[in-house]
Each structure stands twice: as C-alpha cells, then as structure tokens.
C-alpha cells in the first residue's frame, strides 16, 4: 500500500495567517483527497485535489479558503487561507488506488489563536 | 445526500468478550464500505474494505457485514484485548470510488484489562 507522508504533523498559527500542508506519496496514486476533523467530530471531506487542474470542492468548502495544488501524480498541497479559531481541526490527506482502501497520512493538528 | 450513523457512541468492555459495532446509511446506492481504525494523536488505519458486490470481509479478529439493501454493516471484534482500545469509524463510498467517503462519527471503544 502506499506511504503517505504529511507535513507538518502540526502548527500553532496566528488568526490571519494561513498554513499550507504538504502530502507526498511514495507512488503514482489515482485519487488524492484532503478531509478535516474537527474537534469530536468525525471526517468531512474538503475536496478532491485533481492533477493538473482545479480541485472539485465539496458543498460548503471553497476555493478562496482551502486552495489546493496537485502538480503531479504523487503530490499535493492543501492552504489552509485567513485562519480563524474555527479552522483549528485536524486536516487529512487521503489517497486512492485503483480498487484498494483509502489511505490516510497521519494528519496535521492546526491550532489557530 | 448519504448520512452514516453509527451506534453505541461509547463502548466500554472487559477484556475478551466478542463484541458488534453497528453502521448505518441511508442510501444504498453505494460503491463500497471501509472500516477505519483511530488512535488518539494519530491518523486513520484502514481495516477492511467491502465491496458492493461483497457480503462480508474478514481479518484476524475482525469480520465485517455488509447488507446493502437494509442500509446496514457491522464490525465484529472476537476475544477483545486493550489494544483494541481506539475509535472505529464507518465510511461509506460512492461514485465509484471517486466521490471520496462519508463518514459516520465513530464508536469510541474501551477494553478494560
């Protein structure tokens, strides 16, 4: 299965700022996804990070906020833009390959003050 | 729009009884079905993955339903042991594959030693 790194596994940002998290595959994946987790709950998907072209978003997510990047096949990267408290969750990186389980990195902790 | 529910929120057990996580989505139209392992601090661990063709999957202790047209899964853990202690999350995928997954807001486990 694939190795999914993700960086960095966590930030303190200031309200204003903006983080942007990295997500390496260590081979050519299909699908690449970003979720967030906010505190107690479960995962919502962002958006699907497509190779060379714009992210399809989901309901309620837009580009603004979470731009994302996918320049190739094994990489993306996920903004998190003019953060607020309310943005403080944990954001996923997920990938997919042909028929195999969705993969997940080991996620980054973002705290905004 | 696909909701997953999954019951008991909470569940605390003594050390090696069998037990059933419960999963629910409304609509049947699904692709697949993957059950994720928690840690705290830590990513997703993917379990198993149940195609919609598929009844059920099984690995080691653990084994998984699918009944599509009730809407239903269940994951069942045999001779619990702590370090089954984590969160069980349910998620649900469509489109293909390429839709991403929804997920249900988990089973938070305890196995008391």
């Known amino acids: 299965s694939a190795v999914i790194s993700q960086k960095p596994s966590r930030d303190i940002c200031q309200r204003g700022t903006s983080l942007t998290i990295q997500c390496q595959v260590d081979s050519q994946v299909t699908m690449m996804f970003w979720y967030r987790q906010q505190p107690g709950q479960s995962l919502t998907l962002i958006a699907t990070a497509n190779q060379g072209s714009e992210a399809t978003y989901e309901s309620g997510f837009v580009i603004d906020k979470f731009p994302i990047s996918r320049p190739n096949l094994t990489f993306s990267t996920l903004t998190v833009s003019n953060l607020s408290p309310e943005d403080s969750s944990i954001y996923l990186c997920?990938?997919?390959?042909?028929?195999?389980?969705?993969?997940f990195g080991n996620g980054t902790r973002l705290t905004v003050t | 729009k696909q909701e997953v529910t999954q019951i008991p929120a909470a569940l605390s057990v003594p050390e090696g009884e069998n037990l059933v996580l419960n999963c629910s989505f409304t609509?049947?139209?699904?692709?697949?079905l993957q059950w994720f392992r928690q840690d705290p601090g830590k990513g997703l661990t993917s379990l198993l993955l149940i195609q919609s063709s598929q009844r059920e999957q099984t690995s080691g202790r653990l084994n998984a339903s699918l009944d599509k047209s009730s809407g239903r899964s269940t994951l069942y853990i045999a001779a619990s042991q702590p370090g089954d202690s984590a969160t069980y999350l349910c998620a649900v995928g469509s489109g293909g594959g390429a839709d991403g997954l929804t997920f249900g807001k988990g089973t938070h486990l305890i196995i008391q030693p």
């Open positions: 997920s990938v997919l390959q042909g028929n195999s389980p969705l993969h």
């Open positions: 609509d049947s139209a699904i692709y697949n």
